[in-house]
């Protein structure tokens, strides 16, 4: 499953890198593709959600380990 940054497009690679999207669509294939938000991306939206409707919740993402 091909994960895509819903914001800037980037693409999230096997070792959890954030890559421009042309980097993997040239070699990917027909692969599954879902979306998602890349750390940068997900700093700009929590600032412009906060500055919206207040604090935000912290949201854990299941794909990254932590530690």
Same mark, same amino acid.
């Given at each position: 499953?091909?994960? #895509? %940054? *819903?914001? %800037?497009?980037?693409? &999230?690679? #096997? ?8 980097? /993997?669509?040239?070699? *990917?294939?027909? /692969?599954?593709?879902?979306?998602? *938000? %890349?750390?940068? %991306?997900?700093?700009? /939206?929590?600032?412009?959600? &906060? /500055?919206?409707?207040?604090?935000? &919740?912290?949201? #854990? ?7």
């Amino acid at each position: 499953l091909l994960l #895509v %940054c *819903a914001w %800037c497009l980037s693409v &999230r690679d #096997v070792d959890g890198s954030w890559l421009p999207l042309g980097h /993997l669509v040239h070699g *990917a294939g027909s /692969l599954p593709m879902t979306h998602g *938000a %890349c750390p940068p %991306c997900l700093v700009t /939206l929590r600032e412009s959600l &906060r /500055l919206e409707l207040g604090p935000v &919740r912290e949201v #854990v993402d299941p794909d990254v380990s932590e530690g």
